[in-house]
């Protein structure tokens, strides 16, 4: 009695056990003998709450609506802004950075403070912000917000601090980046254009700096007006009143003339000496038509004018093709002296940007690249060789090429997988590409000391799947794998018998399974298909085995609701009711065969496949009567035991991979045999499809089954979505009818109460939170394996919790986490070596490996929607239950490694992300990091080890982000910098008399006209200042007190000596200069001295 009051004692006290209990956990108390308590465990929990914290790591794809972009072309970094707010920092592999506005207003333009570490955006919402660059997590150092003006065009000249900026009022006004304060000079769009005009101009959409003289702004009206202003007069030079809408403005580096693209698609060019009408127009892609009018084109959106000092000048433009090509794709066209190359592009030209080998713009531009932002992509073209070929893109920008259906997220595998996968995967890549070096290639970055490798695994729409190098936070495609090859192509006008899947992707992965250490690997297909396929590094001609399971329940004697009591409770196994059929494949009538037809063909002849992942089985589901078979909700492989299972709503199925033989398929309902908690009846899903008593009239006094949320908002909302969506973890499931079966695991476990000893067994998850152990008998020696068959037999044997059921995962008595068995890795079609036969070699982890006798037990951990349990086996003792929530529902668990420990980690509907330490349960997280926006989040979120995790934030970019207080600490170091001190390239030597005779472009001191003391103060309502909050974030390491004052007074003493340094370098050149003109005139004069003035 003394213990079993003890054994009372430790569920009361060790766990929160609900006080009416489940039939589970008061059944598996009823045997105490067996069942230890916490205390008799005595596992030492080493987790605690501080090891936990939830921080975004890295972004990888291209930026989803992306809307500006920006190249710093000293540091050689790229920004790239979004319409969501984001910000996107990339150089050299490995920096790579992003950032967010919390206004989430869209990035309309970006400038960068060339080689000063520093950016400045223009948002949607009328504030620009300075970002600081110096720091690995760039922070905002200021922002200042437009109250009564629109901003629509910034331009911020090379070295300087004062930032034009131009409003949809067409007014310009001038901010000063140090102190983010306006000036008081103020160009008003009434002065800009002459007193005369009645019309207003349009808003500001260019602005630049003549190349020859910086006191000259250049200001381009939407409408079509053009005015030079003279910042020093305060007037304009000239105004040039055009016809057709200004889209952009381009100067040549001498500084006489500039480009215009217009509305119309158009080219003008203007000569300053001549500003009445443009010297010349020219419609690049407008054929003139036999009336002598030109054919209407679209508007060139942008174009580039840049000069070259070995060649003719190059002229970049997006658009401006004829309306009559409407289905051509969008286009960049590259005109170099008369040669046109026009280059079609996947999707629609946000903004382009010519990469120039000077930043100064006075001088010859020397083009040698064009990065090019697409509405889904991001190219970079060679400006150096005549073909034009584009840069191979280090960075994964076409995670989305087919949308992303699932993910998988595998850390520390088998270090020789990646090395495998790539070589595979290097035969098959793209040629073509340009040999030179990757022009953005900014930053520096190392690859930190601690790093393990890690690989994502992506499937899409169109069947495809990817296998991708995640180690060190970078992201680099492995290897591609196309389940599409399976099937025959359908034939024109053959849509299938399922005419939903025919108007989506037929081949859209919903699911993926795969064993890093045999290299085994699953893919379940939306057509309710399974592929099952085995690594080789070398070709082979096979062909691939068929089957085809139908899962129905086909009960001929339909019993009455009124036969029997509908009061769940528990049976026992061994008494003496109705067993369930054999485990046997289905046999069909005629009449079910002529309408069970899957909805893809498989390939039936010989197939040559090349080295890498070759298709070996593929289980397909049939439908009945007509109707498509259920999508597969479910799937576990394992490589041990050679075996496959997979759940939908209607039942479950084992496939023997080996023998290439279905071993079990049953209706859900079938497997609980007489321990069905329900009694419910046993039916068709066709017969009395309104009937639902069987699954709702439920004493509540006796089960806490919590089926009000099949009838909740957050429950059909999720059904919806995730039906239209092909979800892989809920299926468009009827709860009234069908119980699904949500989890399957292969493991080494005990099925009765009285088993000493583990053996093979399989645990069946339900949708009603009930988990089934069903045993299995495998022959253990090779031969016997692959000519004996596999034997299934379910027991009955029942746990229970709330909620659908998402993870199982199993604990040895000491709390380390108990992998699945698996096969080590052999190649099937290598050559036969007589001196080292091929025979399969199993790793068994045993449950009780650490201990002496084998009969000790183990744990099981059941996590369902709303609850966690762990349950001790074999007495099916229920030792801690924690309910995880009751307002929403978690949507992904797992058991993972973290500092050498194990814990469960949720993520919730609600967007809160959850640890709980094992097996106590104890919360060690919880932080409301994600509300569920996306069904896209959910379908993708995964945790794996090492505290690591990753979603789909947007359909183009993967969000990996980590809950360990470790890896967050360690973030500095893995992160790349993106800034790297480099001395500013010199200007070119302009000479003495060039400099003499050419302006005094040098002389413009901005600060003399737009300072307080000269232009006074602006307006206090026109703009709002606002500090930035992680101002002073870069500077942690030099903040403590004298040390941070005086690592600021060294920089600033650098900056200081790095400016002397230039000026007396300066100082030196015009020094030779003079000293040169000197020489050459005294020469010149001894030359003419004794001549006469006739001689000349």
């Known amino acids: 009695m003394k213990k079993f009051r003890k054994v009372l004692d430790g569920l009361t006290t060790s766990s929160p056990v609900n006080p009416s209990g489940s039939p589970a956990c008061g059944s598996a108390a009823g045997t105490p003998s067996t069942a230890p308590t916490p205390r008799e465990l005595e596992i030492q929990e080493t987790l605690m709450s501080e090891h936990f914290q939830i921080c975004k790591t890295v972004r990888h794809g291209v930026p989803y609506q992306p809307t500006a972009l920006a190249f710093d072309p000293v540091q050689k970094i790229l920004a790239i802004g979004s319409r969501s707010g984001g910000v996107r920092l990339l150089g050299r592999p490995g920096v790579d950075c992003h950032c967010q506005h919390e206004s989430g207003a869209a990035v309309l333009q970006l400038q960068f403070l060339i080689n000063e570490g520093a950016l400045v955006t223009a948002c949607a919402d009328d504030t620009l912000h300075l970002w600081n660059l110096r720091q690995r997590r ?416 086909e009960i001929e004697d339909v019993i009455s609701p009124s036969d029997t009591e509908n009061t769940p409770c528990f049976s026992d196994p061994s008494g003496h009711s109705p067993q369930p059929q054999p485990p046997s494949p289905r046999s069909n009538t005629p009449d079910s065969m002529r309408d069970s037809i899957p909805c893809l063909k498989v390939k039936d002849h010989m197939i040559r496949m090349p080295p890498g992942y070759q298709a070996e089985l593929v289980v397909q589901l049939l439908g009945v009567d007509g109707d498509p078979p259920q999508q597969i909700t479910s799937l576990d492989l394992n490589s041990a035991y050679g075996l496959l299972a997979l759940g939908n709503c209607n039942g479950l199925a084992v496939v023997d991979y080996l023998q290439k033989t279905i071993l079990l398929c049953m209706s859900t309902l079938e497997l609980y045999g007489s321990a069905d908690p329900f009694q419910r009846l046993t039916r068709s899903p066709r017969k009395n499809r309104q009937s639902t008593s069987g699954l709702t009239e439920l004493s509540d006094n006796q089960v806490s089954l919590d089926l009000e949320r099949s009838k909740s908002p957050t429950s059909e909302s999720r059904e919806n979505s995730f039906s239209r969506s092909r979800s892989s973890s809920v299926s468009s499931i009827d709860r009234e009818t069908k119980e699904a079966v949500t989890t399957l695991q292969f493991a080494e476990s005990y099925v009765r109460k009285s088993d000493t000893l583990p053996t093979p067994c399989l645990w069946v998850g339900t949708s009603l939170g009930l988990v089934l152990i069903i045993p299995m008998s495998i022959p253990t020696d090779e031969q016997e394996r692959l000519e004996d068959p596999v034997t299934v037999a379910p027991t009955g044997t029942v746990l229970m919790l709330k909620g659908s059921i998402l993870q199982i995962g199993f604990l040895d008595c000491g709390g380390v986490l108990i992998n699945s068995p698996y096969e080590v890795w052999r190649d099937q079609h290598a050559p036969d070596d007589p001196d080292r036969p091929r025979k399969r070699k199993l790793v068994n982890f045993s449950p009780s490996s650490s201990q002496e006798a084998s009969g000790d037990g183990h744990l099981a951990v059941v996590c369902s929607e709303r609850q966690a349990k ?59 990091y994600l509300p569920l926006t996306d069904m896209r989040i959910a379908r993708t979120f995964c945790f794996t080890n090492g505290g690591q995790a990753l979603y789909l934030c947007s359909p183009t970019e993967i969000q990996r982000i980590t809950y360990s207080q470790e890896m967050c600490d360690n973030l500095q170091e893995m992160l790349g910098e993106l800034f790297t001190p480099i001395e500013t390239p010199e200007a070119q030597n302009r000479g003495f008399l060039k400099g003499f005779f050419g302006g005094n472009a040098q002389t413009f001191d901005r600060e003399e006209l737009f300072g307080e003391a000269a232009a006074g103060k602006a307006s206090r309502s026109l703009a709002q200042h606002i500090p930035g909050q992680g101002g002073m974030e870069g500077m942690k390491a030099a903040a403590g007190g004298v040390v941070g004052e005086l690592a600021r007074a060294r920089i600033a003493l650098d900056e200081r000596g790095q400016r002397l340094g230039e000026l007396e370098e300066r100082t030196a050149l015009m020094m030779t200069s003079a000293e040169t003109f000197s020489k050459h005139a005294h020469e010149l004069m001894l030359k003419c001295k004794d001549k006469k003035w006739y001689q000349f």
């Open 138 to 553: 760039p922070a905002i150092l200021h922002s200042l917000k437009f109250n009564r003006e629109r901003i629509t065009f910034c331009h911020l000249p090379f070295q300087s601090k004062w930032l034009y900026v131009g409003t949809e009022r067409g007014n310009t006004h001038i901010v000063n980046i140090e102190s983010f304060i306006l000036s008081g000079y103020v160009i008003m769009w009434n002065k800009a254009i002459e007193l005369s005009t009645k019309t207003h101009p349009g808003p500001v959409v260019h602005l630049s700096d003549s190349p020859k003289d910086e006191g000259k702004l250049l200001i381009g009206f939407e409408s079509g007006t053009i005015v030079m202003w003279d910042l020093r007069a305060k007037r304009a030079d000239f105004r040039i009143y055009y016809d057709e809408a200004i889209h952009s403005a381009s100067w040549h580096h001498e500084g006489r003339q500039f480009m215009c693209s217009h509305s119309d698609g158009s080219l003008s060019m203007w000569n300053l000496r001549n500003t009445a009408k443009p010297f010349q127009v020219t419609f690049p892609h407008g054929k003139t038509q036999r009336d002598g009018r030109k054919e209407s084109c679209k508007p060139i959106l942008k174009v580039e004018y840049k000069t070259s000092r070995n060649s003719e000048a190059f002229v970049v433009f997006s658009g401006g093709l004829s309306y009559d090509k409407a289905g051509r794709r969008p286009t960049l066209t590259i005109m170099h002296g008369k040669a046109i190359t026009v280059l079609e592009m996947d999707y629609p030209i946000v903004d382009f940007l010519v990469l120039c080998e000077t930043p100064y713009l006075n001088e010859v531009q020397e083009p040698y690249a064009v990065v090019v932002l697409l509405e889904k992509d991001f190219v970079v073209v060679d400006l150096t060789q005549s073909s034009f070929p584009i840069f191979e893109n280090p960075y994964p920008m076409d995670i989305h090429e087919s949308p992303v259906t699932c993910t998988a997220y595998f850390a520390d595998c088998p270090p020789d997988i990646i090395p495998v996968l790539y070589s595979i995967g290097a035969k098959h890549k793209k040629t073509g590409y340009s040999l030179k070096e990757w022009p953005v290639s900014g930053g520096t970055w190392t690859v930190g000391s601690q790093t393990y490798p890690e690989i994502i695994i992506t499937g899409h729409a169109d069947g495809s799947i990817k296998f991708w190098d995640a180690t060190a936070i970078t992201l680099q495609m492995l290897y591609k794998l196309k389940t599409s090859k399976v099937f025959e192509k359908p034939k024109g006008g053959d849509v299938g018998r399922n005419a939903e899947l025919a108007e989506e992707d037929p081949y859209a992965v919903q699911m993926i399974s795969w064993c890093p250490q045999s290299r085994i690997f699953c893919v379940v297909g939306i057509s309710a298909h399974v592929i099952l396929y085995r690594f080789s590094k070398h070709d082979a001609n096979t062909t691939i085995t068929s089957l085809e399971v139908r899962l129905q329940c």
């Open 870 to 928: 762990v349950f001790f086996m074999p007495s099916q003792a229920c030792l801690y239950v924690h309910n995880i929530t009751e307002s929403s529902f978690v949507l992904r668990a797992d058991v993972v490694s973290v500092y050498n420990s194990v814990c469960l980690a949720c993520f919730c509907a609600n967007g809160h992300i959850m640890t709980l330490s094992l097996p106590s349960l104890r919360p060690l997280l919880d932080v409301s």
